[in-house]
């Protein structure tokens, strides 16, 4: 990981925001039929889509593949990994197990013309752009020792974006009180629900938190947004670190020990995971379907 501090990749902006949507649902509705079908006549392998009969189900998340408007190049190869994997699916599917939202929300992958992902307050949709998965895999292929490596690192990252995303959702859907940024506190949701997982989680959240660390190279010092929303991306990478030392610091000592989280701030890790930890499930729990582990 330490190669990541000396890498250098054309990177533009990616915010992680909120942002007016662009299509209407029964557009996209229409856009992912039309995708099934050209996508299943011209390939052997079929893209497996949610079936009409599921989508919008009272409370549910559901998830939608959506057709680009302008085809942008890369859009197919992005869908089919993402589809291939189960990536998205899997990750709606652990939330539909951990919540009975008050109204139905749809998950769309679509190209949306740049790397994003975003919740969407009026619709409580997230959508999850193409982009930015181009976006990954641009910036782990300069860094992973291998494909599979980088591959890992992508679907790690697609996971721990959702999950943020999610966050943002569940905070709005449900009501939930925020103190502080609303952008660190979602943050902080993504890594509990990976650290649900065990090692495997553990390796998505700090794909994520890398991903952060890569984009922080990218950005001019002189040009760092202070006003933002979100906190800076070194600051997103140190915290997301710093929360999975504090709940493993056995397991991921290499963070330390590589230099990559300061003592300074690890030597409080600990604390500053349980208290967050407890923070979440002292909001969320009561409202979930089961709590937060
Ligand atoms: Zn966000």
């Known amino acids: 990981m330490r190669t990541l501090l000396v890498m250098s990749v054309l990177v533009s902006s990616v915010v992680l925001a909120q942002q007016p949507p662009q299509r209407s649902k029964e557009e996209m509705l229409k856009e992912a039929k039309r995708i099934s079908d050209l996508m299943n006549k011209a390939e052997q392998k079929p893209v497996v889509l949610t079936p009409p ?10 998830l939608l593949y959506a057709l680009p408007i302008n085809k942008p190049a890369g859009y197919r190869e992005y869908l089919r990994f993402v589809s291939d994997e189960g990536l998205l699916k899997e990750a709606v599917a652990t939330v539909n197990g951990l919540v ?3 109204r139905d929300i749809t998950v769309f992958f679509r190209d949306c013309g740049e790397p994003n992902a975003f919740y969407e307050p009026k ?12 976006l990954f895999d641009q910036l782990y292929s300069k860094v992973a020792q ?3 490596q980088a591959k890992d690192l992508i679907r790690g990252a697609v996971f721990f974006v959702f999950f943020h995303e999610f966050g943002h959702a569940l905070t709005h859907e449900l009501g939930l009180p925020v103190t502080g940024k609303e952008e660190d506190a979602v943050d902080q949701f993504a890594t509990l629900l990976l650290l649900e997982q065990g090692e495997r989680g553990e390796k998505a959240a700090l794909a994520g938190a890398t991903f952060f660390l890569a984009l922080s190279e990218q950005n001019p010092k002189g040009k760092l ?34 230099g ?33 582990k």
Do not use: M
Request: proline share 6%; with cysteine.
């Open 100 to 102: 009975e939202l008050p």
């Open 260 to 292: 990559l989280l300061p003592a300074e701030r690890a030597a409080r890790c600990g604390t500053e995971y349980q208290q967050l930890r407890q923070s979440w499930k002292t909001i969320a729990d009561p409202k979930l379907k089961r709590p937060i």
């Open 53 to 62: 009969e599921q989508l919008f189900k009272k409370g549910k998340a559901t």
């Open 225 to 258: 947004k202070f006003w933002d929303e979100h906190s800076l991306d070194a600051q997103r990478f140190y915290n997301i670190a710093c929360w999975l030392f504090g709940a493993s610091p056995f397991q991921q000592v290499n963070l330390v020990a590589k």
């Open 146 to 148: 291998s494909p599979e």
């Open 123 to 134: 619709t409580g949709n997230i959508h999850f752009c193409f982009e930015l998965v181009q």
